[in-house]
């Protein structure tokens, strides 16, 4: 099975100060204060200070989760982890809770079948008293794709500040995955204070098309999703059709490609590139490339492998998002024929000479060239192109007016180090612009 806690460590995404001093979550039952009668000094293995808390059993790192989930926990001496994200209480979430027995409960068997197909095995809803106060609502189903099978339970808890969403996913045991879920829904204590840690919800969410209840996760999306790493599903009837073998350009890209998709060897077919909407490639931080997807990353020594071209990235059709870190890469026009990018981030050769690679680029909310200078470009007209952009951070030494960013209408974020004679009027006046940087001088 795929090392999701492995992954997570790759990507340098762990959480730091969220599990207990020892380094692993879980405490000692015996020694910790009841939640349920001195909910202020209790200690809670997660802590929002004077809004929740919860404690989760065993030893256990942390990281975040898909779907902006913003915990993740993977526990040690097993391959189960559990989903945990806390939300203020919806007000239409008593059409959820109120009807669980009369509507809810049926209505969830009916669309896990909808997301899941014939590969859904088993699913059963329940409910349970929380000790702290309040009914747990949930359900456990059965996720079986050919060899792979994951036992997963979802729990809610609705309160009156906050409610609490658990996905538990374990590949070995229903009822190991039903008593995480159970034990850490009972666990959660309201405090209701204002909270300080907040995740805002993506603006489209896994799965949501086939959801009702947009303040909640879709779960069965959620566990599909991990599914899909561990198991990727066979290419369509529709889509073989279609699919083709990859003819590699650079030799470098391949080595790096084929890592990160962990196919080191054999054909590699267009199709299995369709999952990856982000692709990140890094040749700065060391003597090390680190590659990252949306679903993986891994690092390789640089001895050896040299990334001359990005052409091969052009067979992700359904890329979205864009990491190039390569300080050496001079040529980046095969960009501009990747019009699904909605987020760009580039940090390659100082000689490059123009930016109209991004011309075509119209789908493009989020544009980051902020690692290095490139004094060569003189014409910014292209973003005339860009009108959905909504942050840019670049630095550009030569660039004295700043007009053309001033009429992006969606434009909320500019960062910019431009010439020390650059001419501001137009960016101060452009008030959609409400985070404004112009030579490191904070300007609202």
Not at 270 to 278: A, K, N, P
Not at 373 to 392: C, E, G, M, R
Not at 401 to 415: G, I, K, M, T, Y
Request: charged fraction near 25%; include cysteine.
């Amino acid at each position: 099975m795929v090392n999701f806690k492995f992954m997570a460590l790759l990507a340098g995404l762990m959480i730091s100060g969220i599990y207990s001093a020892d380094g692993t979550g879980g405490n000692d039952p015996g020694s910790q204060a009841e939640p349920s009668q001195n909910p202020q000094t209790a200690y809670y293995d997660l802590l929002d200070d004077g809004a929740y808390g919860l404690n989760i059993e065993g030893l256990w790192t942390i990281g975040p989760g898909p779907d902006a989930i913003p915990w993740a926990i993977w526990f040690e001496d097993s391959e189960a982890f559990l989903l945990a994200d806390v939300q203020p209480t919806d007000g239409d979430s008593g059409g959820f809770h109120d009807t669980w027995e009369s509507g809810t409960s049926s209505l969830l068997r009916q669309l896990a079948e909808e997301n899941l197909g014939e590969e859904l095995a088993a699913f059963t809803p329940f409910t349970e008293n929380s000790g702290a106060g309040g009914p747990i609502y949930g359900m456990e189903y059965t996720y079986r794709r050919g060899d792979t099978t994951f036992y997963v339970t979802v729990c809610y808890r609705f309160c009156d500040a906050y409610t609490l969403e658990l996905i538990s996913i374990d590949p070995d045991s229903q009822a190991r995955s039903r008593r995480v879920a159970v034990n850490t829904a009972d666990s959660f204590t309201d405090l209701g204070g204002p909270r300080h840690i907040t995740t805002a919800r993506p603006e489209v969410m896994l799965g949501g098309e086939n959801w009702p209840w947009k303040y909640l996760h879709n779960p069965f999306a959620v566990s599909a999703y991990y599914m899909d790493i561990e198991s990727p599903p066979p290419p369509s009837e529709e889509r073989r059709l279609t699919d083709y073998e990859i003819r590699w350009i650079d030799a470098g890209m391949e080595i790096l490609v084929r890592a990160v998709i962990d196919k080191p060897e054999g054909t590699v077919m267009s199709s299995d590139l369709d999952r990856i909407e982000e692709f990140a490639v890094i040749g700065w931080l060391g003597d090390f490339y680190r590659v990252r997807t949306n679903d993986r990353t891994v690092e390789l020594p640089r001895e050896g492998i040299t990334v001359r071209s990005i052409e091969d990235l052009l067979e992700f059709q359904n890329l979205r998002a864009l990491d190039v870190e390569l300080t050496e890469l001079e040529d980046v026009r095969p960009i501009a024929s990747m019009t699904g990018l909605e987020s760009l981030s580039l940090m390659v050769s100082p000689e490059l000479k123009d930016l109209e690679f991004l011309r075509p680029l119209e789908r493009l909310k989020t544009l980051m060239m902020w690692g290095g200078a490139y004094p060569n470009v003189t014409d910014i007209s292209v973003f005339q192109n860009l009108t959905q952009l909504k942050s840019v951070m670049i630095i550009l030494p030569e660039i004295r007016d700043l007009s053309v960013f001033a009429a992006l209408p969606n434009l909320e974020q500019l960062w910019i180090n431009c010439h020390e004679d650059v001419n501001l009027d137009a960016v101060i006046q452009a008030e959609q612009i409400q985070d404004l940087m112009v030579n490191a001088q904070t300007i609202r």
